[in-house]
């Protein structure tokens, strides 16, 4: 574990330097807090669409954190040939590739709390008060970007930075749709058709089930049950994509 933390500290070290970064959380942090200046609407209506824009745009730049940090994480290694010495020493591939992750997840987590603080002190000084709910969406929030975190970096292990980038991109998009492809399974009479599209709706990543911005947004409760599957469901997907990313990593040249 010695390892797998240290390698995650020079990880988190050199994400904290990247300017890209810098740059699409300074962006995220300034349009949260421009939010502060919806004063055309009614007030009941000017804090929901706060918190409905906020956790919008934390979603997003979260998303873009997400896969800029971790597509670029071991081809930027093999590039440079970092990566065979450092696996030259009493050091795995697994513990390289989980150092790898850690070291994502702990810079993703430190531009999402930042995010967050900025988005409670807004809503606080603007209504006076604090919705624990919207800790459980930033909670599900959290968990997508491991979700994905996890997807992105085991691609990466067989595929180049730009790849990974787009491809990050793309499954997060397609994540948030593929409730539709159930919906257009139940449509299609051949049993072939369904078949195919209720695998793609099975395989594919559902990040729609960490979304509860609407929910947040209208008041509505959100039960801790839910809140417990959900989670589940993303350690469970989590533990899939690092377990194929260290078999794929595992068969490959360095």
């Known amino acids: 574990m010695r390892i797998i933390f240290l390698i995650a ?22 349009a949260i ?4 200046f919806f004063t055309i609407f009614a007030p009941s209506e000017e804090l929901k669409i706060i918190q409905d824009t906020s956790l919008g745009i934390m979603r997003f730049m979260g998303m873009l954190i997400t896969v800029f940090i971790t597509g ?3 081809p930027r290694e093999v590039d440079k040939r970092t990566v065979t010495t450092i696996l030259s020493k009493p050091v795995s591939r697994i513990q390289f590739l989980f150092g790898k992750f850690f070291g994502a997840l702990y810079s993703i987590f430190t531009n999402m709390i930042i995010m967050s603080v900025m988005l409670i002190l807004i809503i606080y000084v603007k209504a006076g008060v604090f919705n624990p709910d919207i800790l459980k969406a930033f909670v599900l929030m959290a968990m997508e970007f491991i979700v ?4 992105t970096l085991c691609v990466s292990t067989i595929a180049s930075e730009i790849f990974n980038i787009i491809f990050g991109i793309l499954i997060f998009i397609i994540g948030h749709l ?13 049993i072939i058709m369904k078949t195919v599209l209720l695998t793609f709706y099975t395989i594919l990543p559902n990040f729609e089930n960490f979304n509860i911005q609407d929910a ?16 589940s469901y993303g350690v469970l997907y989590t533990a899939i994509m690092l377990l194929l990313g260290c078999l794929f990593f595992a068969e490959r040249e360095v």
């Open 178 to 190: 593929t409730n539709y492809l159930q919906h257009l399974a139940d449509r299609f009479d051949s």
């Open 72 to 74: 670029g994480l071991l």
């Open 148 to 151: 994905l975190c996890s997807i």
């Open 33 to 36: 807090a421009s939010t502060r």
């Open 216 to 231: 947040i947004v209208l008041g509505t409760k959100v039960s801790m049950q839910y809140v417990g599957k959900v989670i």
């Open 9 to 30: 500290g020079i990880t988190y070290k050199e994400a904290i330097r990247n300017k890209l970064l810098t740059v699409l959380l300074l962006f995220a942090v300034i």
